[in-house]
């Protein structure tokens, strides 16, 4: 079994930043590529940031230059810095991570989700 925990969301002003950490723990092996992805109210989930393990990253185009993904793979750890966070960025936040178990089995992962509101 593998758990993902997520922390840091909450409230925050427009223009203000957060940081979301999510540790990866259990029956594993090495992880691949880790993640962030969020759902708003009435919308798909969608892609906000993915990082390999050798440390290539990719950004939706909205979040790009605002938003930067960074892993430890010694600690299995995946984070997400949020800068000049605007109402659209509203949406719980989903850690992600395509796992190799320690008995060879790949699985995707996710974490339980955390609240990020961007509000006055």
């Known amino acids: 079994q593998v758990q993902l925990v997520e922390s840091g969301g909450g409230l925050v002003q427009p223009g203000g930043s957060l940081r979301l950490s999510c540790a990866a723990s259990?029956?594993?092996?090495?992880?691949?590529?880790m993640g962030w992805y969020r759902q708003a109210p009435g919308k798909q989930r969608e892609l906000v940031a993915t990082?390999?393990?050798?440390?290539?990253?990719n950004y939706a185009d909205s979040v790009k230059g605002r938003f930067t993904i960074s892993r430890d793979n010694v600690k299995n750890t995946v984070a997400l810095q949020m800068n000049s966070l605007k109402s659209e960025d509203m949406a719980v936040y989903y850690c992600n991570a395509r796992v190799v178990s320690r008995g060879f089995e790949i699985g995707d992962y996710w974490g339980q989700g955390t609240q990020v509101t961007v509000s006055s």
């Open positions: 259990g029956s594993i092996l090495s992880i691949n590529t």
């Open positions: 990082i390999t393990r050798g440390a290539s990253t």
